[in-house]
């Protein structure tokens, strides 16, 4: 029996964690400071304050990566102004079909409210949610289950009975602590998201390369 199907967004409903990688190269180019891909991988799925904290050690100011960051967020606009950030493949259907289906749905995702709220608005998803948790909405984020636990206590779904669907494994951890069924969708344009999810213990309830998978299982019910 299913409740309730939580999604996250950063690389599973929105095409965006490569988007912010893009962003601290450039930045980064343009401070003249060493800084590559390879150097990124692990980044995915975690805080703004766990990157940062990996910032500020690669590049050894929190003043420099602060300055950094307020760069970045102008090349967000930028990409979100040209029509440069899109949805993951079968996002709207997915969320869709969760609501035709009668499940209560839901979106814990790290993001902070100022920016998720910007993309919920600018790709018109907030009217699928009955819960959203933001990363600012509680004390632990990912890989802490309390982000996952509190967006289905707002709908009284019960844990056992919800599907948590995630692209990182960090974020896939959180789900499992919370005592829910996970859909890992590794995010196909970060290789670094490929990892085993046994490295977690886990055994996720769907695999799969897209949200079709979900949306195929969903069908079924």
């Not at 079968?90 to 910007?118: D, F, H, I, P, W």
């Not at 085993?196 to 799969?208: K, M, N, R, S, V």
Request: hydrophobic share 45%; glycine share 6%.
């Amino acid at each position: 029996m299913i409740e309730m199907v939580i999604f996250d967004m950063d690389g599973l409903l929105l095409d965006s964690e490569q988007m912010y990688q893009r962003g601290w190269l450039k930045v980064a180019k343009n401070h003249g400071i060493s800084l590559t891909e390879a150097d990124m991988r692990g980044w995915s799925g975690q805080s703004a304050s766990q990157t940062m904290a990996k910032l500020a050690n690669h590049f050894g100011s929190k003043e420099i990566v602060e300055e950094m960051k307020a760069e970045r967020e102008v090349f967000i606009a930028d990409e979100l102004a040209r029509g440069a950030l899109k949805l993951k493949p079968y996002a709207k259907e997915t969320l869709a079909k969760v609501r035709e289906k009668n499940l209560y749905c839901g979106l814990a995702t790290s993001t902070l409210k100022k920016r998720g709220q910007m993309y919920l608005d600018y790709f018109d998803l907030a009217p699928f949610f009955d819960a959203i948790t933001f990363g600012d909405d509680v004390k632990e984020l990912k890989p802490d289950p309390e982000i996952y636990l509190a967006t289905a206590a707002k709908v009284k779904a019960n844990p056992k009975y919800t599907l948590a669907a995630e692209d990182s494994l960090t974020g896939a951890k959180a789900a499992m602590q919370a005592g829910m069924n996970v859909v890992l969708i590794p995010d196909q344009s970060l290789p670094a998201n490929h990892r085993d999810p046994a490295e977690i213990g886990l055994t996720p309830f769907l695999q799969g390369t897209s949200l079709k998978v979900l949306l195929d299982f969903l069908k079924t019910l």
